[in-house]
């Protein structure tokens, strides 16, 4: 199989490379030290798999999923990630991602999660909580809006004007935010929607 490795520390990209490309059935054609310049190679190369951290300069590994899934590219996605968040990995599954596993696996897991997903498999890290499953963003794409604006440092009535509401409706919004987060006060709500991957 065809593989590419999209990854923005050298170190890590290099040491994947040289690993997988030791096995007999696994060819690494490319390295991607961005999602720009994955999705480049993909088109370029047309690999069976792209091997892709989720943060990455340029676009991350889901903006990369989400424009192939949209251009119907058949390149397999495996997303190589040390972060275990509940909205990362709904995206993931959102845009067709085959693949979703942590960056402590060993080499010999990786490669046979490749075979697997090379065969038409999806395979999820079993370090994965059944909770990424079942756990859902809480928030509407209207609440989500608010929130980020929130982040961005915008008043409650630059946020009005923004989003063509009045005052006391982002008010109402962010009150809810509050509670469906349980969080103590506006940046601890950031806070907890980033740690989650819930403002994307």
């Known amino acids: 199989m065809r593989v590419i490795i999209a990854e923005d520390q050298n170190m890590l990209r290099g040491a994947l490379s040289a690993l997988l490309g030791m096995e007999d059935d ?18 370029e190369l047309s ?7 989720i943060e990455m300069p340029k676009l991350t590994g889901l903006d990369v999923a989400e424009r192939l899934k949209e251009q119907g590219h058949s390149c397999r996605v495996v997303i190589l990630t040390t972060f275990a968040r509940v909205g990362y990995f709904q995206r993931a599954i959102k845009y067709g991602v085959q693949g979703y596993l ?15 997903i090379f065969k038409g498999g999806r395979v999820i890290s079993p370090a994965l909580s059944i909770s990424l499953w079942e756990a859902e ?27 063509f509401l009045t005052g006391g409706t982002v008010r109402n919004y962010v009150s809810e935010i509050l509670q469906k987060l349980e969080a103590k006060n506006r940046i601890d709500a950031i806070s907890i929607a980033e740690k989650n991957g819930w403002l994307q």
């Open 26 to 43: 696994i060819e690494v054609i490319g390295q991607a030290e961005n999602g720009e310049q994955a999705l480049q190679m993909i088109v």
């Open 47 to 53: 690999p069976d798999i792209c091997i892709m951290d």
């Open 102 to 116: 942590l960056k402590d696996s060993p080499v010999h897991e990786l490669a046979a999660a490749l075979r697997s």
């Open 137 to 163: 963003n809480p928030l509407t794409e209207r609440e989500q809006e608010v929130l980020k604006l929130v982040a961005a440092g915008l008043s409650v009535n630059e946020i009005a004007r923004k989003l």
